[in-house]
């Protein structure tokens, strides 16, 4: 079993460069099955997610080439059934995408109930809604959601709680709706614009992604095309809350800032140093991080993807810092993790109070989640002495050889064989 084996205490200093949005390739993936052609997908993450995503789009016809400079093409023009197997999705929460597309172009789709991280109930009730509102009929048997519709027609969906998946999902079904389709109280994240921007590059009529008003006029066909993805606004996140705890000097390239605004407002408010140009920011952290509260929101608000970093950012920092997590009802799961670091957290339901300044030291610990994992990480590079951790397949699923860009940085960091 892979983990990852650091030795803390090193201050990181350097530069490294972001990799393409998982959020965003995960749902671009399965999107490209909406045009009955060839698509070429740039500045793709290497990632397990996309991994998976791509053998289970072989597994129902599609021909997927991964080029060794970070480009997928993706040929969907031999597409043979409609149903995606349980093994080939059970590990990916993203993996309910094709459900709307598959819906959209064939008006069928069977894809067994999403997997991913288990961090409390992520119900796809609002996907539902959306798509039984178009006019499918929507079944769930024996862990199978089964979705048929001899036509799809454009409605006004207004989901109950703002959701990136069901947005996103609704909005694939609706390429090829009679009519428009307008999803209100839609997810604003950066990664829904990415994917309604590469649907609007193969021909589609999206309008008003970002805002909490999205129509889309169906069209009847779409074609091909060449689309590079954002840069992974959380993996930057993570590299500058990285920055902080070591108290290390930082420049992460491939960003866009302005999608980073919340952390770089909570990192300012901690007494990091930042500097931002069009592409990059610098992180410059200190001896004497102060703590904050944060309150986890959808975007523009502080990402909930960014919620374990910084609760071991606040391990380190002066005074008590509260967390208050809105988006996941349990979210805390690695909690027990961090203190076998020495951290010194209460979790009451869905808040979380870090008393800061802990004498973190290296211990055995697992991830329980992919953030969760990122969080040890960081906890980890601030802490005395070794630190093992397991369940690195987690991590995996968001980070390309994070132990790689992080040794750039300076961190004592490496993979190995080992049992944890």
């Given at each position: 079993?892979?983990?990852?084996?650091?030795?803390?205490?090193?201050?990181l200093?350097?530069?490294?460069?972001?990799?393409?949005?998982?959020?965003?390739?995960?749902?671009?993936?399965?999107?490209?099955?909406?045009?009955?052609?060839?698509?070429?997908?740039?500045?793709?993450?290497?990632?397990?997610?996309v991994?998976?995503?791509?053998?289970?789009?072989?597994?129902?016809?599609?021909?997927?080439?991964?080029?060794?400079?970070?480009t997928?093409?993706?040929?969907?023009?031999?597409?043979?059934?409609?149903?995606a197997?349980?093994?080939?999705?059970?590990?990916?929460?993203a993996?309910?995408?094709?459900?709307?597309?598959l819906?959209?172009?064939?008006?069928?789709?069977?894809?067994?109930?999403?997997?991913?991280?288990?961090f409390?109930?992520?119900?796809?009730?609002?996907?539902?809604?959306?798509?039984?509102?178009?006019?499918?009929?929507?079944?769930?048997?024996?862990?199978?959601?089964?979705?048929?519709?001899?036509?799809?027609?454009?409605?006004?969906?207004?989901?109950?709680?703002?959701?990136?998946?069901?947005?996103?999902?609704?909005?694939?079904?609706?390429?090829?709706?009679?009519?428009?389709?307008?999803?209100?109280?839609?997810?604003?994240?950066?990664?829904?614009?990415?994917?309604?921007?590469?649907?609007?590059?193969?021909?589609?009529?999206?309008?008003?992604?970002?805002?909490?008003?999205?129509?889309?006029?169906?069209?009847?066909?779409?074609?091909?095309?060449?689309?590079?993805?954002?840069p992974d606004?959380?993996?930057?996140g993570?590299?500058?809350?990285?920055?902080?705890?070591?108290?290390?000097?930082?420049?992460?390239?491939?960003?866009?800032?302005?999608?980073?605004?919340?952390?770089?407002?909570?990192?300012?408010?901690?007494?990091?140093?930042?500097?931002?140009?069009?592409?990059?920011?610098r992180?410059?952290?200190?001896?004497?991080?102060?703590?904050?509260?944060?309150?986890?929101?959808?975007?523009?608000?502080?990402?909930?993807?960014?919620?374990?970093?910084?609760?071991?950012?606040?391990?380190?920092?002066?005074?008590?810092?509260?967390?208050?997590?809105?988006?996941?009802e349990?979210?805390?799961?690695?909690?027990?993790?961090?203190?076998?670091?020495?951290?010194?957290i209460?979790?009451?339901?869905?808040?979380?109070?870090?008393?800061?300044?802990?004498?973190?030291?290296?211990?055995?610990?697992?991830?329980?989640?992919?953030?969760?994992?990122?969080?040890?990480?960081?906890?980890?590079?601030a802490?005395?002495?070794?630190?093992?951790?397991?369940?690195?397949?987690?991590?995996?699923?968001?980070?390309?050889r994070?132990?790689?860009?992080?040794?750039?940085?300076?961190?004592?960091?490496?993979?190995?064989?080992?049992?944890?």
């Amino acid at each position: 079993m892979e983990c990852i084996v650091i030795n803390g205490g090193r201050r990181l200093e350097g530069e490294v460069s972001v990799s393409g949005a998982k959020n965003a390739a995960v749902a671009i993936i399965p999107a490209a099955i909406a045009a009955n052609d060839i698509c070429v997908i740039e500045n793709l993450p290497y990632i397990e997610d996309v991994d998976g995503l791509t053998k289970a789009m072989s597994q129902i016809g599609a021909i997927c080439t991964l080029r060794d400079d970070h480009t997928l093409e993706i040929d969907s023009r031999n597409i043979n059934h409609c149903c995606a197997t349980y093994d080939s999705v059970r590990k990916i929460r993203a993996s309910y995408y094709l459900l709307g597309v598959l819906l959209g172009r064939f008006g069928r789709a069977e894809v067994p109930l999403p997997g991913g991280c288990n961090f409390g109930v992520r119900p796809i009730d609002q996907h539902i809604k959306g798509l039984t509102a178009m006019g499918a009929k929507v079944n769930i048997e024996h862990g199978i959601i089964k979705a048929r519709a001899d036509r799809l027609v454009g409605t006004n969906v207004y989901l109950d709680v703002v959701s990136v998946g069901a947005t996103i999902n609704i909005m694939l079904a609706a390429i090829y709706a009679e009519g428009v389709t307008v999803i209100e109280n839609a997810a604003k994240e950066p990664h829904v614009v990415d994917t309604a921007n590469f649907l609007n590059i193969l021909g589609a009529k999206v309008k008003g992604a970002g805002t909490d008003v999205i129509r889309v006029t169906g069209v009847s066909a779409l074609h091909g095309g060449t689309y590079t993805i954002i840069p992974d606004q959380i993996e930057a996140g993570t590299y500058m809350v990285a920055a902080a705890i070591t108290g290390g000097d930082v420049t992460v390239h491939n960003i866009i800032p302005k999608h980073m605004e919340s952390v770089i407002s909570k990192l300012g408010e901690m007494n990091c140093r930042i500097s931002t140009g069009a592409d990059f920011v610098r992180v410059r952290g200190n001896d004497n991080l102060t703590s904050v509260n944060v309150k986890t929101m959808p975007y523009p608000g502080f990402p909930t993807d960014l919620q374990p970093q910084m609760t071991a950012l606040l391990c380190k920092a002066k005074g008590t810092g509260i967390l208050t997590e809105t988006v996941w009802e349990n979210r805390f799961q690695y909690i027990n993790e961090l203190k076998r670091l020495g951290a010194n957290i209460k979790v009451d339901g869905r808040t979380a109070v870090v008393s800061g300044e802990a004498g973190l030291t290296g211990a055995l610990v697992n991830a329980t989640d992919l953030r969760a994992g990122a969080a040890l990480v960081v906890a980890a590079l601030a802490a005395k002495g070794e630190t093992v951790i397991g369940n690195v397949r987690y991590i995996d699923r968001g980070y390309e050889r994070i132990e790689n860009k992080l040794g750039s940085l300076g961190a004592d960091i490496q993979r190995v064989d080992r049992l944890v």
